[in-house]
């Protein structure tokens, strides 16, 4: 029905930058609110930030002042640029969107996640 699917994971070093893609296709007629969450080992997932389909935006204290969420709803596409990485950072970055779309004719309401793309930062 709808998939998301995410790029830019990367090893990087300590203070480093990189920058997280997420596109979502499929049956979609609109989306609402698109984010990223992460889970590092053995640890459980968290929300890393959000943005609605207006563009406002919601992050993790952790994050504040370092990432940046943004989203182009013409191409169904959300990003995070991630600054000044530290070790803690390292997870797996989860794309995540509230979307209604079309299935054999019916209009739902899903939330949809993506499969995933590893961050690792070094020290």
């Known amino acids: 029905q709808v998939q998301l699917v995410e790029s830019g994971g990367g090893l990087v070093q300590a203070g480093g930058s990189l920058r997280l893609s997420c596109a979502a296709s499929g049956s979609i007629v609109s989306i609402n609110d698109m984010g990223w969450y992460r889970q590092a080992p053995g640890k459980q997932r968290e929300l890393v930030a959000t943005?609605?389909?207006?563009?406002?935006?919601n992050y993790a204290d952790s994050v504040k002042g370092r990432f940046t969420i943004s989203r182009d709803n013409a191409k169904h596409t959300v990003y995070l640029q991630m600054n000044s990485l530290k070790p803690e950072d390292t997870a797996v970055y989860y794309c995540?969107?509230?979307?209604?779309?079309?299935?054999?004719?019916?209009?739902?309401?899903?939330?949809?996640w993506g499969q995933g793309t590893l961050v690792t930062v070094s020290s």
């Open positions: 943005v609605t389909s207006g563009g406002s935006t």
């Open positions: 995540n969107a509230h979307c209604y779309a079309r299935y054999q004719g019916v209009l739902r309401y899903l939330e949809v």
